[in-house]
Structure formats: structure tokens, C-alpha cells
């Protein structure tokens, strides 16, 4: 199984970027798909999910700031992440897991490797 992240680089603040990640190697029906980050020095914080058919769930300081989305049929979530802030400087690790909490990492079973986005002030 693996789940690859792709899409982070360097940014101004204001600035826009797509994250992907694309999962394979057993069926993710049902899954809900989270994208997590981690700064320098700080603890791994839940960003977004979103579950298989569609419902979403956002961290506050992201709301109307950035979209999830996902493709069942490519095995594909998403992130789009506008209005960048250096605050959201982190590497973005994208999750799969069945079933618990959506924004605590223990609900998930599977991990990318994660994707390093900077935002310059």
C-alpha cells in the first residue's frame, strides 16, 4: 500500500498550490482521505478530510482558504490550498483510514510520505 504526495515547493505569501496523492495498492473504497502537516518544532496537526462520498471537514485557520477533493475512481484527494500564509509552512502528509475520529492521526491506517510547502513572507 502506499499513498504518494505531490505538489509542494516553495511559495509567496498570497500564493496558490496544489497538493496531490494518489494511493494504491488495495481497494480505498469507503476511505476518508485526510491531508495532515508538520511544521519545524511543532506537532503533526490535522488540515482537512474528506470522506468517500464527499463530506469534508476543515481546521479552522484553513476554512475559505482551502478545498479538498477527491476522485474515487483514480484513487486521487486533493488539496487546493489559496491565499497561502508563511504560517502554513509545513510538510503536508496525505492519510487514508476506515474508521474513528477525522481529525485525529490515530483514525489512520496509511501514510504518504509527505510533501514539503514553503511560504515566503
Known amino acids: 500500500v502506499q499513498l504518494q504526495a505531490s505538489g509542494g515547493g516553495l511559495e509567496e505569501a498570497g500564493g496558490s498550490l496544489r497538493l496531490s496523492c494518489e494511493a494504491s495498492?488495495?481497494?480505498?473504497?469507503?476511505?476518508?482521505m485526510a491531508w495532515f502537516r508538520q511544521a519545524p518544532g511543532k506537532e503533526r496537526e490535522f488540515v482537512s478530510a474528506?470522506?468517500?462520498?464527499?463530506?469534508?471537514e476543515y481546521r479552522d485557520s484553513v476554512k475559505g482558504r482551502f478545498t479538498i477533493s477527491r476522485d474515487n475512481a483514480k484513487n486521487m484527494v486533493y488539496l487546493q490550498m489559496n491565499s497561502l500564509k508563511p504560517e502554513d509552512t509545513a510538510v503536508y502528509y496525505c492519510?487514508?483510514?476506515?474508521?474513528?475520529?477525522?481529525?485525529?492521526?490515530?483514525?489512520?491506517?496509511?501514510w504518504g510520505q509527505g510533501t514539503l510547502v514553503t511560504v515566503s513572507s
Open positions: 492519510a487514508a483510514g476506515w474508521t474513528g475520529t477525522w481529525n485525529s492521526d490515530k483514525m489512520y491506517d496509511y
Open positions: 495498492g488495495r481497494t480505498f473504497t469507503g476511505a476518508v
Open positions: 474528506t470522506g468517500y462520498g464527499g463530506l469534508t
